[in-house]
């Protein structure tokens, strides 16, 4: 344990040249601190990573700000980014550990490693140590994960914003909740642990003093694919839905590294095979991908071929898609798959949904008052009628395929438009506006059941142990089984109907327990899981959700009651687009974090069956409240 405690006091901070703006100078407050063996007075820091500002704990270093750059300590960016940090106090070296990348960074040396490559840390600034803290520019990790910087000089603050890959579609036909898979940089853990796998789920995790398993693909497992060689460059993809009849399937380099390429079309069914030379697909990605939402792509497939040390992504094309319609451009490290369909397009429409609505709206050309939409039981379908004078529609469907909505579909009829929707089961719509003003606004959501049916998910399982405490000789999966078994009684005994993944030690794949919940349209998915960290001091309650406005408000009625009811340390609510069975499921979801492994007294906490029966309180009270709310 002293040596998790020299890993965890090890820092890591990083700095950004600040930028000059014609603003007001704000407050500047300072601190004193230890730099080359003198005390200094140093100017602190407003710095937070996609909103959530980072805060210092007694003893530990702020943010700072030294010779106009911004400074920042490992223990509190490892947290923000999920990676792993080791800091070898023979060598004066603090390694960093991110999926597929592994950083070297030495104290007073202007170049670090990444994955075995040297690379020039930006104007050549050296780490530096204060108060046994170390130090280097943001502007070199921003470049190597993939983060976005944002200076603010009013009030004299850094916001570091992961990237993404989701296009905007304020104006077009698109899908909030379509699974578009950032590259495992996107989308960074905000969980605040130090774990060890991919970043498709909550992965196996041991503590620091075992041996980590070595990463493996979660969802796809390939037992056929040998060691990837040493330095081999990766490739990751994602998808790019700028609007239904817009989409970029991108392909790119993890290591930033340059790579040829081969293509051509087969038939029956058509697809576009891409070989992509000296490179391996990233065990980050899935290594095949069903993409029920692209307008373009129905499954993309992937293989390995170690003798031409080359990797083939086959994308078969949806049944109406024109290999014309289909362009690849390449720039650089990436590779971009571009899908412009020669379908007529209306820009007036605007479709948008996350977990709980869904909305439609339609821009007039003048105001016309929509009576409402008439209903046809037979066919689930919705629709209303507007003159072509007023909306100049043309015809065109498109497949949608989220909670509330499958399909819209617009029709030219005479001098009229008919817009017509085709429901999932038990939908309701609300007119929000109905023309008068010049646009039409209708909302889409779906009513909960007499019944509500609830998924309860038990992560992880059979060869599959989730995170591991040695001492103590339990696993994740186990407590993890306990605490829905119990949950699943209780809301059995709350007169819910209830549906688990497994009752058993059984490895489920993460995409079967998507389904799961999507093939019996739930009304709530919930995943049971445990924490860990490098840092055994980490204890609390964390709560997991995909990133849309419902999502976030149902998330916070799970950590509010869970926290109250259990008394653990509130680690508040956290977004993650990247998580399997929050990405799948098209029902509200959550992914709760129930304590930390890792902390020597929480373990004893969560192993205790009153303590896990406080839990379960805390977690059939936040269903009482959603169903009570929503």
Do not use: C
């Not at 980590?212 to 060691?227: C, I």
């Not at 389904?515 to 919930?526: K, Q, R, S, T, Y």
């Amino acid at each position: 344990m002293k040596k998790l405690t020299k890993m965890a006091a090890a820092g890591l901070m990083i700095g950004i040249m600040s930028l000059n703006f014609a603003y007001a100078a704000p407050k500047i407050e300072y601190g004193s601190f230890q730099l080359a063996g003198k005390s200094q007075r140093i100017a602190l820091a407003n710095v937070s990573i996609d909103g959530s500002k980072i805060t210092a704990k007694a003893g530990e270093v702020p943010p700072l700000v030294m010779n106009q750059r911004t400074l920042v300590p490992v223990g509190l960016v490892a947290q923000s980014l999920g990676a792993n940090v080791e800091w070898n106090g023979k060598t004066e070296e603090v390694t960093v550990t991110k999926d597929n990348k592994i950083i070297v960074l030495k104290i007073n040396s202007p170049s670090a490693t990444v994955n075995g490559e040297k690379k020039d840390l930006p104007d050549k600034v050296a780490p530096i140590i204060v108060d046994s803290r170390t130090m280097v520019p943001l502007a070199f990790i921003s470049n190597e994960f993939n983060l976005d910087i944002a200076y603010d000089a009013a009030t004299n603050s850094v916001n570091m914003k992961t990237k993404t890959v989701i296009g905007e579609i304020d104006d077009l036909f698109g899908n909030e909740d379509s699974n578009t898979d950032g590259s495992p940089l996107d989308n960074l853990d905000l969980t605040g642990v130090d774990v060890i796998g991919t970043p498709e789920e909550e992965p196996s995790i041991v503590l620091p003093e075992t041996p980590a398993p070595d990463p493996v693909d979660p969802v796809v497992p390939d037992t056929t694919t040998p060691a990837l060689p040493q330095g081999i460059n990766q490739v990751i993809y994602s998808l790019n839905q700028v609007s239904m009849d817009n989409e970029i399937f991108n392909i790119s380099s993890a290591l930033s590294r340059d790579f040829t390429y081969d293509s051509f079309f087969l038939s029956s069914p058509e697809r576009l095979v891409i070989d992509i030379n000296q490179t391996a697909l990233s065990q980050g990605q899935d290594s095949n991908k069903l993409y029920p939402s692209s307008g373009f792509i129905k499954e993309m497939r992937s293989h390995y071929y170690p003798a031409e040390n080359k990797v083939r992504l086959t994308l078969e094309l949806k049944g109406d898609v024109k290999r014309e319609e289909i362009a690849l451009k390449k720039s650089g490290a990436s590779l971009q798959v571009e899908y412009k369909s020669q379908k007529p397009k209306n820009s007036n429409i605007g479709y948008s949904s996350d977990r709980i609505n869904s909305q439609f709206t339609l821009r007039l050309n003048g105001a016309f008052p929509v009576q409402g939409l008439t209903k046809d039981a037979f066919s689930n379908t919705v629709e209303f009628s507007i003159p072509k004078a007023n909306a100049n529609l043309q015809n065109e469907i498109r497949n949608i395929n989220d909670r509330n909505i499958k399909s819209i579909e617009i029709i030219e009829r005479g001098q009229e438009n008919i817009v017509r929707f085709k429901l999932e089961d038990r939908v309701e719509h609300f007119f929000m506006e109905n023309g008068i003003s010049g646009t039409i606004l209708i909302k889409f959501a779906k009513q909960s059941r007499d019944i509500p049916l609830i998924v309860v998910d038990a992560g992880h399982g059979g060869k599959d142990p989730g995170a591991v405490n040695k001492a103590h000789n339990i696993t994740e999966k186990a407590l993890n089984l306990s605490i829905s078994q119990k949950l699943a009684q209780r809301l059995r005994q709350e007169g819910y109907n209830i549906i688990t993944t497994r009752d058993t030690d059984v490895f489920i794949e993460l995409a079967e327990r998507g389904d799961i919940a999507n093939n019996n349209d739930v009304d709530l998915f919930i995943s049971i899981h445990f924490n860990a960290a490098g840092n055994t001091s980490a204890r609390g309650i964390e709560t997991l959700y995909h990133p849309t406005e419902d999502g976030k408000k149902v998330a916070q009625i799970f950590q509010t009651e869970i926290v109250k009811a259990s008394g653990a340390p509130d680690r508040k609510i956290i977004p993650r687009s990247n998580l399997s069975v929050l990405r799948r499921t098209k029902m509200p979801a959550v992914l709760l974090e129930l304590g930390f492994m890792t902390n020597p007294t929480e373990i004893v906490q969560v192993m205790d069956d009153s303590y896990q029966n406080k839990l379960v309180d805390g977690i059939v009270n936040a269903v009482n409240r959603y169903f009570k709310e929503y």
